[in-house]
């Protein structure tokens, strides 16, 4: 889908993103390691996200917010899989408003529409995780329903650790 979608602010659409957004995409991703203060960890290149975005095997989908045609966010998201529902659901790995653009109800927006994609391809979960020191994303997410999963604790293996374990097999 390349159209843009309208919101209900007037200044503000949303679109998917296509292939020649990759660096757009990049300088986006860049804005959030900055404010979670993970740049350090950003290593990721227009080119690996060209092949992981709109490659072959896509692996993720990108929902752009444009305000006033200017992009000022973006919402990076994939399905998983619930076994205990027997549904998909979509897991939103990032969302990202740039400081200057929050508090406008673009955040609200993009969850919405999200919501709106999530039922109409039969999900049954819209999840995502934030930072902890992030209390004003926090109050925001418990203002729109959502509730956090206070009995799970969410594990990653990355770089020496996953090297390490693939090789036991």
Not at 11 to 24: H, K, V
Not at 59 to 82: D, K
Request: with cysteine; charged share 25%.
């Amino acid at each position: 889908m390349t159209a843009n979608i309208k919101t209900k602010i007037p200044e503000l659409s949303l679109r998917f993103a296509q292939e020649q957004d990759a660096e757009l995409i990049l300088e986006l991703i860049r804005a959030l390691a900055e404010f979670e203060k993970l740049s350090h960890e950003m290593v990721a290149d227009a080119d690996t996200l060209r092949r992981s975005l709109f490659g072959r095997q896509r692996v993720a989908e990108v929902l752009i917010a444009e305000y006033a045609g200017s992009p000022v966010g973006f919402a990076l998201f994939f399905h998983n899989f619930s076994t205990f529902l027997g549904k998909p659901g979509i897991y939103i790995e990032d969302l990202f408003i740039q400081p200057e653009f929050r508090g406008r109800g673009i955040g609200r927006e993009m969850l919405a529409f999200l919501a709106r994609v999530a039922v109409e391809r039969n999900c049954g979960r819209l999840e995502w995780a934030v930072l902890d020191w992030n209390t004003r994303a926090i109050d925001f997410y418990r203002r729109l329903g959502a509730q956090p999963l206070t009995e799970w604790t969410v594990y990653r293996l990355a770089g020496g650790a996953l090297q390490d374990l693939s090789r036991r097999f």
